[in-house]
């Protein structure tokens, strides 16, 4: 796992205390893109937590980026979020 995998997932474990998190670096598919060659990566994100609950999903969504905070801007360029309570 990468430094900046490892970051993701604190900040994630932190923030949102999941149930279950899955994060795979699809960067290596991303090659040439824009966003790869400022070095930034290309993410897949399931995430179950409670804070999902009742919640749209851009309302998941906007609770994943707060969470990831300055990441957005420095080290991920796309994240592929799919974001749910514990049981779905």
Do not use: W
């Amino acid at each position: 796992m990468t430094d900046r995998m490892q970051r993701i997932r604190e900040r994630l474990q932190k923030a949102l205390e999941p149930h279950s998190l899955e994060l795979v670096d699809d960067s290596h598919r991303h090659v040439g893109h824009p966003g790869a060659r400022s070095g930034m990566g290309h993410f897949k994100l399931r995430i179950r937590a409670e804070c999902f609950r009742q919640r749209s999903p851009l309302e998941r969504h906007r609770i994943v980026y707060e969470a990831l905070g300055d990441m957005m801007q420095t080290d991920i360029h796309a994240l592929n979020i799919d974001a749910a309570p514990p049981e779905d």
